[in-house]
């Protein structure tokens, strides 16, 4: 049984021909992904053997013709269609997309901090197709791109938010904007610094604004 995050970042995966889950840990993704017939082949990725051990042991035996797994740091020279890079921080990441030799066609990451940094990367070489905010015991953000020539511009507000939760807010994007406006409210109580003022004004605005579409 897939967690919530789990089970959005599978739904999140295209239907592919080769994919590769980079940090596969106990290789629930992946697995998933072959199981629904979203991919073809799974390469499970994991710089840890002992994790990747975990994906070859939770890997039934009808599955093997389907399967390779690789001991190693992040892509390298593996020619995918499509990865998904779940539950790491954005830098690192962004060090496995600067390091891999192709960039794959289509991405599916979920970094669990800073995202502003993934989106600015990814605005160079993809087109983000779905970027959202959603809530599993605390708050998690999912971006989907597509590789794009010409990449993609992103507003200031985009970079900051994610696309998807400007143009289609959700409750939980909502609730994550409350809880970042008491957080803030909370620091300037206690010093009263111009870059957290700024910070609120920009979230107390969004918040706002999308309280009313919600409504
Ligand atoms: C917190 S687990 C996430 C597992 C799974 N992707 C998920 O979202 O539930 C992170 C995994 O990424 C692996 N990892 C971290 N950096 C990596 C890298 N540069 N290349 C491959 N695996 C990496 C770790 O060894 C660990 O197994």
Redesign the pocket.
Known sequence: MLTK??EK?VQAIPRCTSLA??????G??GLSALTLGKANNVVF????QP?LHKAKQNCPQNFESKVHFVC???LQSLNVDCA?????GGL?IL??LNNADVLPQKLVL?PMRNQQEVRKFLCKHYNITCDYTFFDGKFYDLVVAEKSPTGCVLTEDEIQFGKSNLATPCADFALFLAKEQAKLQQILQQCNDSNVQHKLQRVSAVLAKIQEELQ
């Open positions: 995050r789990l970042i889950d980079v940090g596969c840990d106990h629930y993704i990725v994991d710089v840890s994790s190693q740091d992040g998904v890079i779940a539950g790491m690192e060090s496995i979920q």
